[in-house]
């Protein structure tokens, strides 16, 4: 693949990931997201098959990503520890606020059941991945997704009410009871 191409194709996928971002993987449409990347819709199948290739590969990079950050947190440390820390970062306001970047869990989770299967085995895989890292053993692992579990739930309900005292309190009990 050219240079040139392999960075048009990188635009698309920015501006795809923050259309997941923010309405999820359903409702950007590809005359959306090629005009958020500057570029015509005339060209997108240069780049993929269709848009739910698209969608479905912007899902998967932004999983890894959040993979990623957690994979940062010292592996030494008590798997308690690490799902503190996670949650630390995680159901902050900066967190909540960051509607363009971050985690796609709440504004995704709403549409996978009208989403093709393989969505719902990358979200499978990943909370496999992540659910290890965030623990000491296999007796651990039910903890870890449900620490999990409240996060995500956490942050979507902060999300939905927007920045004031009530999205805060979600925030501070979401972590308090992951801590």
Do not use: N, W
Not at 52 to 79: H, N, S, T, W, Y
Not at 103 to 127: D, F, I, N, V
Not at 143 to 151: E, H, N, S, V
């Amino acid at each position: 693949m050219s240079e040139k191409k392999a960075q048009t194709r990188e635009r698309i996928l920015q501006a795809a990931a923050s259309a997941m971002l923010q309405h999820g993987p359903q409702e950007p449409g590809v005359a959306d997201v090629m005009g958020a990347a500057g570029l015509t819709v005339g060209g997108f199948y240069a780049h993929f098959a269709s848009k739910d290739a698209l969608m479905l590969e912007v899902f998967e990079q932004l999983l890894r990503k959040r993979r990623d950050l957690v994979a940062l947190i010292d592996q030494g440390l008590p798997g308690a520890e690490r799902r503190a820390l996670a949650a630390g970062f995680y159901l902050s306001r900066k967190h909540r606020d960051a509607t363009r970047s971050g985690c796609p869990l709440p504004s995704s989770l709403s549409a996978m059941a009208q989403l093709p299967g393989t969505y719902r085995e990358l979200l499978a895989e990943h909370l496999e991945v992540l659910s290890a890292r965030m623990c000491d053993s296999p007796e651990e692992v039910d903890k870890a997704l449900a620490d999990i579990a409240l996060m995500v739930g956490g942050l979507a309900l902060a999300r939905a009410l927007g920045e004031g005292d009530l999205s805060d309190r979600v925030l501070r009990a979401a972590k308090s009871a992951v801590i």
